[in-house]
Structures are given as C-alpha cells and as structure tokens.
C-alpha cells in the first residue's frame, strides 16, 4: 500500500450545495459517482457563465475528472488490502464556498463526506460493504474517519455575494472550495492473542505440543519467526507456507527447565500474512 501514499490529498469535487440542496441534514443516499456524474454535465453551463474561458475546461478535466480517476485506482488497489484482513483508515477533510453560514456548510461538508462512504458501499457490486460494516470473516475493515469543516477554511477572496454567479458559483476558484478530500490512508494488520494450556507437565522431562495456526488471507502465508521470553518454552515454526484458508501446526517445546508451580510464558509469532502478529500465552503447572 506504501505506493498509493503519492495519490494524497485525492480531492474530490461537488456543484454548488451538492448533494442534497437546501437541506440541513448530515447525511445523503447519493453516492459520489452519482455528483461526479451530475456535475460534468454541468460542464458547458460553467464555460458558459465563464465567456468560453480554457480555464474552467482546464479546471474540470485535470482536476475533477482527475479526482474520479484517482478513487477508482483507490478503490482497486484496497480492496486486496482488505481481502488479506488489513484493517484500513481514510482520513476525510470537508470544505465548502463561502456562500452559506458556517454552521450549514459543516452539515454540508458532512453530507459530501458520506456520499464517499456510500460510493464504497455500492462500488464494485458492494464488495466493500462487509468491511464497511465490520462483518467481514477475516478482520479486514475500511472506517472513512470523518474531518469536517466549513467557510473558515475557504480561501480568501472567493466571492459569497449570490447575485453574482460568475464569481460566486461558477469561476474555478469557487469550484475549488466545494471539495473534501482524502487526507491520508493508514493501515493495521490483525493481531491476535490465544491461551494455549500445556496441562500438567514434569520438571526435567520435555515434552512437545501442537498449535494450530490458520491462514485468514488470501495468499499464502509465511511463519517468519517466534520469539520466546525464555528457554523453558519455545516454538519451531513450520517451513513450508500455509495456503489461504488452510490450517497448519507449529510445535511448542516445553524443554522442562522450569521450577515447580504454576507455568506463565509468552511466545510471540510473526507472519507475513494475516494475522500478522499472534501473541501466544503459554500456561501449565509444572511438577516434579
């Protein structure tokens, strides 16, 4: 995902008060591809409310078309993510045209901000939706993690004076304000923890056990190493990769250099897959 970070700020662009016009709400069913799609029409009114200038044409393919662009080859390159369990984040900033109070253009910002939500769940005949709703069998999850804000961040000297249109709806650089953008994309690999209970087990006498680990992605998956807290237990991990959705066992060596008592040790797993990361809590009681 380390390549995708140069597609950051993606920004997103809307017509004036869109969607859902005149409304107070924070949220809307439209998606974004639905205003993408609405807007472009109105392509030939902003050249028209602009006396044919190149430089609102300019404005709509390079950067509007170019933000469409953008979430597509996004949208593409998350989902593997997700489908190997990662757990991804997208930081969302709102901005909106001075032309509404501050207080409206937050509500505003919040609906344009959902519109990309919805577009995730519709997309590619919702295959993001499970991870949306944090139901997806193998931990992977998308959160839109929501920064809005409104007219006090727009740039100075865009115009918010209604009777002037030209200016205050239709110039590129009140176009540019009716945005949000992507921010940024951060991402988490599962981690996992288990008890795993030797029993019973003898001072002086070794002893082997076998733990299952399954491989949750969907591709194989490499057990890379395990660390142990000390040398009365330890694990030897497979060498051969575990195939996406099968089972494989590593062994746990009890070595019987350990004191009578209660037995408490960690042994920590690092894959190469999901999950990343499993943290093995090894109890017993240890006899002589």
């Known amino acids: ?62 950067e509007v078309e170019h933000g469409m662009r953008t979430l597509q080859q996004l949208e593409q390159a998350m989902l593997p993510a997700l489908q190997d369990g990662e757990q991804i984040t997208l930081e969302v900033r709102g901005h909106a045209s001075p032309l ?70 239709y110039s590129v650089e009140a176009a540019r304000e009716r945005r949000i953008e992507v921010v940024r994309l951060s991402t988490v690999k599962q981690e996992r923890e288990v008890d795993f209970d030797l029993g019973i087990v003898q001072q002086g006498v070794e002893r082997t056990f076998k733990f299952p680990i399954t491989n949750s992605g969907s591709s194989p998956m490499r057990i890379m190493e395990s660390r142990s807290e000390c040398d009365c237990t330890y694990g030897r991990v497979p060498e ?3 195939p996406p959705g099968e089972t494989s066992e590593m062994e746990i060596i009890y070595t019987g250099r350990a004191r009578p008592g209660p037995l408490v040790r960690r042994i920590i797993v690092i ?16 006899v002589e």
């Open 100 to 169: 509404a109070k501050s207080d409206y253009n937050k509500n505003l910002s919040q609906r344009r901000i959902e519109s990309l939500r919805m577009h995730f769940r519709r997309t590619m005949d919702g295959a993001y939706s499970a991870y949306m709703d944090s139901t997806a069998k193998n931990g992977g999850i998308l959160r839109i993690k929501e920064l809005p804000f409104g007219e006090d961040n727009s740039a100075a000297g865009v115009s918010d004076d209604l009777r002037d249109l030209e200016h205050s709806v």
């Open 1 to 62: 995902m380390a390549e995708l970070q140069e597609l950051f700020p993606l920004k997103l662009y809307f017509h004036n008060d869109e969607p859902e016009p005149r409304s107070w709400s924070i949220t809307t069913d439209q998606d974004y591809r639905s205003t993408y799609l609405k807007y472009v029409e109105l392509w030939p009114e902003y050249i028209r409310m602009q006396d044919g200038s190149d430089r609102i044409s300019t404005f709509f393919t390079k």
């Open 271 to 286: 894959t190469d897959g999901v999950p990343e990361r499993i943290i093995l809590n090894v109890r017993g009681t240890v």
């Open 240 to 242: 051969s990769p575990i």
